[in-house]
């Protein structure tokens, strides 16, 4: 029962423009969301968190945001650069609190 | 510096063999975890281990042992591997702590077997 969604397999945006991904999730216990990127053979390298006590995280190019009432969260990449081309996972720990639960991912591409 | 580094990078086998993926991590962290990669590409957590001991065991066949040597050190065995074991399998490993200790993966072993 994949409890961290991510609806969207791929998503392809122009390099300047913003990139958004987005993240539901069915466990309302959640309360830790992490962003993982990554690329072909290699494996995923954290990017961004938040805490359910906040909406906003920010972090240069990057901003999680998170609706807990829709149990959705979205990742802004803007402007979004041709090396960001890769994998985002979404994911959030497991309520054992020792392994995260991941999203199906999401294929970003950036085109010049 | 490698932080987790797991060989081989590749393992092709045939039906029915047994085979080993090793895992090291020198960023002193306690937890170290398996995770496999299959062909939906979903991750999922195998297994998790806390210095040294087994804290998380999903529902893996018991053709999958881990060892941990030491809490540097997570070895993967699988006996009588099948087709449907075909995956990339990453190891990962976190320091104490829950909510603010991000994984730390290995670039993964792509297991073939035919």
């Known amino acids: 029962d994949q409890q961290v969604k991510q609806n969207s397999p791929s998503l392809s945006v122009q390099e300047g423009r913003i990139s958004i991904l987005n993240c539901d999730y069915t466990?309302?216990?959640?309360?830790?969301f992490l962003w993982y990127k990554k690329y072909p053979a290699e494996g995923p390298t954290f990017l961004i968190s938040?805490?359910?006590?906040?909406d906003k995280n920010e972090d240069g190019r990057f901003t999680v945001f998170l609706n807990k009432s829709a149990k959705h969260l979205s990742l802004h990449i803007v402007p979004s650069q041709p090396g960001d081309s890769a994998v985002y996972f979404c994911?959030?720990?497991?309520?054992?609190?020792?392994?995260?639960?991941f999203g199906k991912g999401t294929s970003l591409l950036v085109t010049p | 510096d490698t932080a987790v580094s797991q060989t081989p990078k590749y393992l092709v086998t045939q039906m029915g063999n047994d085979k080993s993926i090793k895992c090291e991590q020198n960023?002193?962290?306690?937890?170290m975890y398996w995770y496999k990669q299959d062909s939906k590409k979903f991750l999922k957590i195998m297994f998790s281990?806390?210095?040294?001991?087994?804290?998380i065991n999903e529902t893996v066949p018991n053709r999958f042992s881990p060892k941990s040597p030491d809490k540097a050190h997570l070895n993967l065995h699988i006996n009588s591997l099948e087709l449907g074991d075909s995956a990339v399998y990453f190891c990962?490993?976190?320091?104490?702590?829950?909510?603010?200790?991000?994984?730390?993966f290995g670039n993964g072993t792509r297991l073939t077997v035919t």
């Open positions: 281990y806390n210095n040294k001991e087994l804290i």
């Open positions: 466990n309302s216990m959640f309360d830790y």
């Open positions: 994911a959030a720990p497991g309520l054992s609190g020792y392994a995260l639960n």
């Open positions: 938040i805490s359910s006590i906040k």
């Open positions: 960023l002193g962290h306690d937890t």
């Open positions: 990962a490993s976190s320091p104490p702590g829950r909510h603010n200790s991000p994984l730390h």
